[in-house]
């Protein structure tokens, strides 16, 4: 039988442009030319969902990778230049950040290095449970530009801190620019001096270097591949300290984000007040023949119990009893989800920050730990300052919300009154009697929101005016339009006629005449600043160790995807390795190309470059006619690192019409060469090619025919022991299970697999069936309407291709 099992294939309807398996389940993220983002399982290839593309997100995926843990799949965005971090359960947008270069590339690794100062922090990590409560939920957002947050994100959210253990995502792109992001979220570094475009990226575990492969010009304006080493020495070094730090700041980037996300819902309760109020005054307003202003109307019906015409033709023929009735609890029901937001949201994720911020400033007083790294005590109290005016504007705003609520019930409990006069029907007792002070209440409230003044009306509001509380959910830099009385206010006046107090670092800033959304926005810039530093410091420490030109890139394979084409890098985590694997089709067809470094820039590494040549028979021990095949020369189309000792490659016959073979490639003997490659510094690799070392290979029966496909691109997972095998045209794709041992015994290991799938994929298929939980007696018929909805779906796209 042949090698590997193939256990799905299918025809897409868009080419695939990139795809990454997940390293710790059975899935595969495939990006194509539309711009869509697919989940597919190992198994017959079954769709799992599907993110499709936006204006809000970006249309053109240009780089994918995997959190470590499989939990979180980012992807890259060439024409909004947007990194964006997806959750794999739900398919939820979590985060985004802007990148001043599109990327071209990404890497996402797990720091293995292990110590006791780092042991003692994985333990004491989850200290701010003890002391901070956990943060609520954020209610159902119903806005069209916060779609993609969706009900109760704040988990979510929180999630995306992952495990304590350091992980790095590392982007690269055009210019030479290379980023590092700690936990995906923090960007701990800043590489400048890189040369090129990006092609691919890998960090050692260890932190010790970088392996860069760049795209440079050449003098002669040719494209030329380079392999290009840094060191990233200060970040291993002081491993604990980042790890610290990095997870500090990723706490408080996570908190921003939920403080950004709960003033968005903020927001849409109080343009949903103005909505409910001009729905039911602008007709009024516009058929009105009177002079009179609204504010004017109502104040005779306050103060004389009689209205004009028109008030009271609105009233009851537009308003009713009934709609009044129904129209107050609605805006005191929005007046009341601003208020829950402002408690319970913004005021639990300022003291939140405030922790954290605290906790950052005590690591900038120890010097000789975390000076190296950047982190500036100064910087971070000035972060400390303004998350202080944060919690101080938003406790000013519960307060006018507070008189706005009680002005509100006022007026609308008068009107009800007023309304029920008119019809003539029984008021209750309850209701009758009406104090001086409710009197002023409901003036105050016709002062506040029928203002006289249009031009007030022209920014949201057409008719009703909430400029008390809507002037602080403003994105503008005005200032407030009625800012709040402080006349008579003790403390205030106390600390004006104090001048030890009067400008004291002890105190916030309270910014009275602006916005919340203002002082939310001077709290990000200085946060960012404070983040950007170490960020500046750490880039600046690293430095390039090795740059190699390796070859110039054939004009052919211009139009072949980037993200495809080879190099590929590895990290072996055990040897403390990279390698390099690589072909020059010019030079040497039928060769491929291994390129050894070690991961401490000083270590010298024997035998760096040797190659293998594939002009051999494809042996089969299992095949009784394998003395009878003939010989074969084939040429490599792809390869990628299957583990630390294992190629997975697929070729091609020399011949244009010749068969296609998957196979995996043993690097034991091949790395054991002793003759020793000097190279030549003034000159390319492709120019010393006859130097190289060389190592012949017999395969075995670790190879298997692909018939009835130009195969072209592989991608593996050795952990989880499968290829994905992607053909010429992007659209052709076969799944394959790579070490099977007995046909039989393998698919029961391959059912009890798929059935142990823990929680995600279960999760998964009930989403895609529409219901919250699969109950064990019912997964037989769920797997049925499944497979019948693959079906489906797959003659969808052969009639598409057709």
């Not at 039928?590 to 040797?610: A, E, F, Q």
């Not at 075995?700 to 130009?710: A, D, I, S, Y």
Request: glycine content about 4%; aromatic content about 8%; charged content about 25%.
């Amino acid at each position: 039988m042949p090698a590997f099992r193939q256990v799905g294939e299918k025809q897409l309807p868009n080419p695939v442009m990139c795809m990454a398996w997940s390293p710790k389940r059975d899935l595969i993220a495939l990006a194509n030319t539309t711009g869509e983002l697919l989940l597919h399982r190992l198994a017959s290839f079954q769709r799992v969902w599907s993110l499709p593309p936006s204006e809000f997100t970006g249309k053109e995926i240009t780089a994918l990778a995997w959190r470590p843990d499989g939990k979180i799949l980012a992807f890259s965005l060439g024409d909004t230049k947007q990194v964006v971090l997806c959750g794999v359960e739900k398919a939820e947008i979590l985060h985004m950040f802007p990148m001043q270069n599109p990327v071209t590339c990404m890497h996402w690794m797990e720091v293995m290095e292990e110590s006791s100062a780092l042991n003692s922090f994985y333990n004491s990590e989850d200290e701010s449970k003890l002391f901070l409560p956990k943060l609520p939920t954020l209610p159902k957002s119903y806005s069209t530009t916060s779609k993609i947050f969706s009900e109760e994100k704040s988990d979510e959210i929180m999630n995306l801190l992952g495990e304590v253990r350091l992980n790095v995502l590392v982007l690269g792109g055009d210019a030479g620019f290379v980023e590092l992001y700690a936990y995906g979220m923090y960007k701990i570094a800043n590489l400048t001096g890189v040369s090129g475009t990006c092609r691919s990226l890998s960090l050692s575990s260890d932190l010790k270097s970088l392996s860069v492969i760049t795209e440079v010009r050449s003098a002669d304006n040719n494209p030329e591949i380079c392999y290009i080493q840094l060191d990233t020495g200060l970040l291993s070094d002081c491993l604990p300290e980042v790890t610290r730090m990095a997870r500090k700041f990723t706490h408080i980037s996570t908190l921003l984000q939920y403080l950004h996300l709960s003033l968005t819902c903020m927001c849409e309760a109080w343009e949903d007040i103005l909505m409910q109020m001009d729905l039911r005054l602008t007709k009024f307003v516009q058929e009105k023949n009177t002079s009179t202003q609204v504010q004017d109307e109502f104040l005779e019906l306050l103060l004389w119990g009689q209205s004009s015409p028109e008030l009271q033709a609105l009233l009851m023929n537009q308003l009713t009893v009934k709609g009044l009735k129904k129209l107050g609890q609605s805006i005191e029901s929005s007046y009341s989800s601003i208020q829950k937001l402002v408690i319970s949201h913004l005021q639990s994720g300022s003291e939140a920050l405030l922790y954290h911020l605290s906790e950052v400033k005590g690591m900038s007083l120890w010097k000789q730990k975390f000076e190296p790294l950047g982190l500036d005590s100064a910087a971070i109290e000035g972060a400390i300052t303004a998350v202080g005016s944060f919690s101080l504007k938003a406790n000013e705003l519960l307060q006018v919300i507070d008189k706005s609520m009680k002005n509100f019930k006022a007026f609308f409990r008068w009107l009800y009154v007023a309304m029920l006069r008119m019809c003539e029907e029984h008021v209750p007792p309850e209701l009758n009697k009406m104090t001086q002070k409710d009197i002023a209440f409901v003036a105050d409230f016709l002062s506040e929101h029928f203002s006289e003044n249009e031009e007030l009306f022209d920014r949201k509001g057409k008719y009703f005016n909430v400029e008390r509380v809507g002037q602080y959910l403003k994105d503008e830099d005005e200032d407030l339009v009625s800012p709040p009385n402080t006349k008579g206010n003790q403390w205030l006046k106390f600390l004006q006629e104090s001048t030890h107090l009067k400008e004291s670092p002890l105190l916030f800033p309270s910014y009275p005449q602006k916005s919340l959304h203002f002082v939310k926005r001077m709290m990000e810039n200085v946060i960012e600043q404070c983040l950007q530093k170490p960020a500046e410091v750490i880039g600046k420490s690293v430095k390039q160790a090795v740059f190699l030109p390796l070859y110039t890139v054939p004009e052919s394979s211009e139009n072949t995807p980037r993200l495809f084409e080879l190099p590929s890098l590895w990290n072996d985590k055990k040897a403390k390795m990279h390698y390099v694997v690589f072909c020059m089709p010019e030079i040497s067809p039928c060769k491929l190309y291994l390129l050894r470094k070690g991961t401490d820039p000083n270590r010298h590494i024997p035998n760096s470059v040797v190659s293998i040549d594939f002009s051999h028979h494809l042996d089969n021990a299992d095949d009784d006619n394998a003395a009878a095949q003939p010989h074969y020369v084939y040429r490599c189309l792809d390869a990628r690192f299957y583990d630390d000792e294992m190629l997975t490659v697929v070729m091609q016959g020399a011949e244009e019409s010749s068969r296609h073979v998957l196979a995996q490639l043993p690097l034991a003997s091949t790395l054991s060469c002793e003759t020793e490659f000097n190279w030549e510094p003034n000159l390319r690799l492709d120019q010393q090619s006859s130097a190289i070392p060389c190592q012949g290979l017999v395969l075995g029966n670790q190879w298997r025919e692909l018939e009835n496909m130009k195969a072209q691109f592989v991608a593996v997972n050795g952990i989880r022991k499968v290829a994905c095998v992607l053909s010429a045209n992007l659209r052709h794709i076969r799944v394959f299970e790579m070490d099977v041992e007995d046909e039989d015994d393998e698919g029961n290991e391959s059912q009890n697999a798929s059935a142990d799938q823990d929680g995600l994929e279960t999760s998964m298929t009930s989403q895609g069936q529409g219901e919250e939980s699969v109950e064990a007696g019912a997964e037989e018929h769920g797997g049925d309407r499944f497979q019948k909805a693959e079906e489906q779906l797959e003659s969808e796209e052969a009639l598409e291709l057709s």
